[in-house]
């Protein structure tokens, strides 16, 4: 099922299918957001605020909406 | 010898963010060290020496970056040095500097280093923690596929940086290589025109000119026309060019990794502690208890300090003027100068703590967890996750509050962030909140709370109020087509290099010194001019009459008769003319024309406000004694009404206009420095005094 990284149930898995196209795609992919690569969603900020994914061993904050622009599959 | 040839090699250090660059830096250069300013930026340019071997070696830390392609003021920099057209400035040779777990996003960087041609060598840092996680990189197999020299360190732990001094004189580093073709993603007839107009030597140095050359202010305008008539004329998306180099190179970078990475059985990264820190209740608590720490530890460590500076410069202003022959030159320095330099030198103290506190909280790699849970609250009034550190630290002073602003890379969030520091109450505004509170709120508890303390929380609250008013005010007044991201890393939790901190506080007090210094040294001598002089004749017979007084008095009323004397003397200063000038404007705020004065003369920083009341209520020397300022107030009769001058409705309506007034010149000059520029700190100096004047206005006519 791809759901998108902000909808990630806390603590779960998923592999990156695709950044979707955002004058921030380029950001994403540098920072290593990849397709293929596994995130797992370890903290979230209450209220809709900021999410904290790890991927290589980085935790990563993203805005939610940053966060709606990644594309996963869940594992 | 030739100039050229004696010339000190340049070697620029580079990395992503959080990869120990500084700490290199640091070790490398040690005290050895210069701050400038980049042209048009308010980037600092950090310069250092190493000496190695009887050699000396200029060394620039370029801020951390991604990539080459820049998304704020600090990643610019790198851009630009790197890009530079003038030969002469270009660094000769690149250090770049890689988190050894993070291999593939420093490859990124590293990669597109090669491809622009420049003469590389790689430090792969944090050896200590890729060891910890299991992490094993074959070194060679990268030299083997980059070409580029690769050697291992840990910063921290001193380990390897005798190899990378050794690698800088020996100039071990790569010769022209290319990693991708850009020239399958951009055409050549693109490439080709740029490369012979700018005389570059590949095509990716076309490229980068190509992609940032129209909006880079250092090209002449012409040239940027031309590269944007080229790119139009031949209808081409360099933006969807860059993600298809991005797609293609960290494709061939995730490859290269995997053949020289090997990690066994990766243990998870420790995050006990940010199940505390980060959790959406116990993170917010902890936030607040280490708020509280700090500034618990600002106020009591930093006031004996401050207190002792305030004593010397007194101490020298009265040396000067027993040592000097009397008259106009003796006083400029006693009572000019001086106070002036003491007046710079005085925030050091609270600069400094304030900036070795955020030094550690950025260096444990907490601050970015602050960041995180403070983005969602700012973000409804403009302001950005990191708009918190300057806001925080505009509690115990605005200055460093003002200069931490510079980490948001978004300009809108940042100016907002610059505007509305200043609003919070900083602990200049405390000794003109403690006086006037004491004089009208009176000293009850109901039950455990104090009326005093509950109305001095009241104003620290209204300056919180002003802060989100003005910045949701220019959440909606600022236009900004720029983007505005969070995207930060929460890196491992680690304990903080201590020497690197005293050096965060040694700079940026020398920076402060330096800057804001000048401007506040002439603010106060124009102040100190006119409170001195005033129509000369009318001066001469107050201190005429002055002396006939002080002969005739008895022994005991003679310190009274000339601080009537230095009272009538202000009163009838420039100064004191500007506050009568101003009374009928501060007259519906409850103010008479001697509290005008001390508006006026407080500009140059809140306290002086309970200083110069003191003086013009002549009070005598005794300014520290808190109580007889208070005293004498107290019993100030306004001869008009018959009533007290500092009535309650006066007094709310006095802390209500210092709650949001500027008066601090320290404060305009550093955003001066800051915007680069007199437009912001102009319109932020009126508007503060607006607000100030409407809600000093609202109160009197509430309170009375």
């Known amino acids: 099922m791809h759901i998108t990284a902000d909808t990630m149930p806390a603590s779960k898995s998923a592999i990156i299918r695709e950044i979707a196209a955002?004058?921030?795609?380029?950001?994403?992919?540098?920072?290593?957001?990849?397709?293929?690569?596994?995130?797992?969603?370890?903290?979230?900020?209450?209220?809709?605020?900021?999410?904290?994914?790890?991927?290589?061993?980085?935790?990563?904050a993203l805005r939610k909406s940053e966060a709606a622009l990644i594309e996963v599959q869940l594992l | 010898m030739s100039e050229s040839t004696v010339r000190t090699p340049k070697i620029a250090l580079i990395g992503n963010p959080n990869v120990g660059k500084s700490t290199i830096f640091n070790q490398l250069t040690g005290l050895n060290q210069k701050i400038g300013n980049y042209p048009g930026v308010t980037v600092d340019k950090k310069t250092g020496w190493m000496n190695y071997e009887g050699s000396t070696y200029e060394i620039l830390d370029l801020p951390g970056t991604y990539s080459l392609y820049p998304n704020s003021e600090d990643e610019i920099i790198a851009h630009r040095v790197l890009n530079h057209i003038d030969k002469e400035k270009r660094p000769d040779y690149v250090l770049m500097v890689i988190d050894s777990c993070q291999l593939s996003r420093g490859l990124f960087l590293a990669t597109q280093l090669i491809d622009l041609g420049v003469r590389l060598a790689i430090v792969l840092n944090m050896a200590d923690l890729a060891a910890k996680k299991n992490i094993e990189i074959r070194n060679y197999e990268i030299y083997k596929s980059l070409g580029v020299p690769i050697l291992s360190t840990d910063a921290r732990g001193f380990k390897g940086l005798e190899q990378i001094k050794s690698l800088i004189h020996e100039k071990n580093f790569s010769i022209?290589?290319?990693?991708?073709?850009?020239?399958?993603?951009?055409?050549?007839?693109?490439?080709?025109?740029?490369?012979?107009?700018?005389?570059?030597?590949?095509?990716?140095?076309?490229?980068?000119?190509?992609?940032?050359?129209?909006?880079?202010?250092?090209?002449?305008?012409?040239?940027?026309?031309w590269i944007q008539s080229l790119i139009t004329s031949q209808n081409f998306d360099l933006e969807s060019a860059q993600l298809e180099e991005t797609t293609i190179r960290y494709r061939k970078i995730t490859s290269l990794v995997e053949s020289c990475v090997v990690k066994k059985e990766a243990k998870k990264p420790s995050s006990a502690l940010d199940k505390i820190f980060l959790h959406p209740v116990w993170g917010y608590v902890v936030f607040?208890?280490?708020?509280?720490?700090?500034?618990?530890?600002?106020?009591?460590?930093?006031?004996?300090?401050?207190d002792l500076i305030d004593g010397l410069f007194a101490e020298i202003s009265g040396w000067v003027n027993d040592v000097l022959p009397a008259g106009p030159l003796t006083s400029l320095i006693s009572e000019g100068i001086v106070p002036g330099i003491g007046g710079v030198v005085i925030f050091i103290p609270q600069i400094a703590m304030l900036f070795g506190f955020l030094a550690i909280l950025e260096d444990t790699g907490y601050m970015s967890r602050v960041v995180f849970l403070m983005d969602r609250w700012m973000r409804p009034f403009g302001l950005h996750g990191k708009s918190i550190v300057p806001l925080v630290s505009g509690v115990a002073c605005a200055i460093p509050g003002v200069m931490a602003a510079r980490?948001?890379?978004?300009?809108?969030?940042?100016?907002?962030?610059?505007?509305?520091?200043?609003?919070?109450?900083?602990?200049?505004?405390?000794?003109?909140?403690?006086?006037?509170?004491?004089?009208?709120?009176?000293?009850?508890?109901?039950?455990?709370?104090?009326?005093?303390?509950?109305?001095?929380?009241?104003?620290?609250?209204?300056?919180?109020?002003?802060?989100?008013?003005?910045?949701?005010?220019?959440?909606?007044?600022?236009?900004?087509?720029?983007?505005?991201?969070?995207?930060?890393?929460?890196?491992?939790?680690?304990?903080?290099?201590?020497?690197?901190?005293?050096?965060?506080?040694?700079?940026?007090?020398?920076?402060?010194?330096?800057?804001?210094?000048?401007?506040?040294?002439?603010?106060?001598?124009?102040?100190?001019?006119?409170?001195?002089?005033?129509?000369?004749?009318?001066?001469?017979?107050?201190?005429?009459?002055?002396?006939?007084?002080?002969?005739?008095?008895?022994?005991?009323?003679?310190?009274?008769?000339?601080?009537?004397?230095?009272?009538?003397?202000?009163?009838?200063?420039?100064?004191?003319?500007?506050?009568?000038?101003?009374?009928?404007?501060?007259?519906?705020?409850?103010?008479?024309?001697?509290?005008?004065?001390?508006?006026?003369?407080?500009?140059?920083?809140?306290?002086?406000?309970?200083?110069?009341?003191?003086?013009?209520?002549s009070i005598g020397a005794d300014v520290e004694d808190e109580l007889t300022i208070r005293q004498k107030l107290d019993q100030q009769i306004n001869p008009a009404t018959g009533e007290k001058v500092f009535n309650k409705a006066t007094a709310f309506s006095l802390m209500v206009f210092y709650v949001f007034a500027m008066q601090c010149m320290s404060t305009v000059a550093v955003v001066y420095r800051e915007t680069k520029g007199w437009k912001w700190p102009l319109i932020q100096t009126v508007y503060m005094t607006a607000l100030a004047y409407f809600a000093a206005l609202l109160t009197y006519n509430i309170f009375s």
Not at chain 2, 181 to 205: A, C, G, T, V
Not at chain 2, 288 to 306: G, N
Request: hydrophobic letters at 45%.
């Open chain 2, 407 to 617: 980490n948001i890379g978004n300009w809108k969030e940042k100016i907002i962030t610059i505007l509305v520091t200043p609003l919070m109450s900083c602990s200049a505004r405390l000794p003109v909140y403690v006086i006037l509170i004491g004089l009208v709120v009176p000293n009850t508890d109901y039950g455990i709370i104090n009326l005093q303390a509950l109305t001095l929380l009241g104003l620290y609250l209204l300056g919180i109020i002003g802060v989100l008013f003005t910045a949701l005010l220019l959440k909606f007044i600022l236009k900004s087509e720029e983007k505005s991201f969070l995207m930060v890393e929460l890196p491992t939790y680690r304990t903080p290099r201590w020497k690197d901190v005293v050096l965060t506080m040694y700079s940026k007090s020398k920076t402060f010194v330096m800057e804001a210094g000048k401007v506040i040294l002439a603010i106060s001598v124009v102040l100190w001019v006119l409170a001195s002089y005033g129509p000369p004749s009318r001066m001469e017979q107050i201190r005429q009459e002055g002396e006939e007084k002080l002969a005739l008095a008895p022994e005991d009323e003679q310190d009274a008769v000339k601080a009537e004397t230095s009272s009538l003397l202000l009163e009838n200063s420039f100064i004191g003319i500007m506050g009568r000038g101003i009374e009928p404007v501060i007259k519906p705020l409850g103010y008479d024309w001697k509290i005008g004065i001390a508006l006026i003369t407080s500009f140059a920083a809140r306290e002086v406000f309970v200083s110069t009341i003191a003086t013009i209520y």
């Open chain 1, 22 to 60: 955002s004058p921030l795609k380029i950001n994403l992919m540098e920072l290593g957001f990849l397709p293929g690569k596994t995130i797992t969603l370890n903290h979230a900020a209450p209220m809709g605020g900021p999410m904290a994914f790890l991927m290589d061993e980085t935790l990563l």
């Open chain 2, 288 to 306: 607040l208890s280490i708020l509280l720490l700090i500034f618990q530890t600002i106020f009591t460590w930093a006031s004996v300090p401050m």
């Open chain 2, 176 to 225: 022209d290589s290319s990693y991708l073709n850009i020239s399958e993603i951009i055409p050549q007839s693109l490439l080709q025109p740029i490369r012979e107009k700018f005389d570059l030597r590949n095509d990716y140095r076309a490229y980068q000119m190509l992609r940032f050359g129209p909006k880079d202010r250092s090209i002449d305008p012409e040239d940027r026309l």
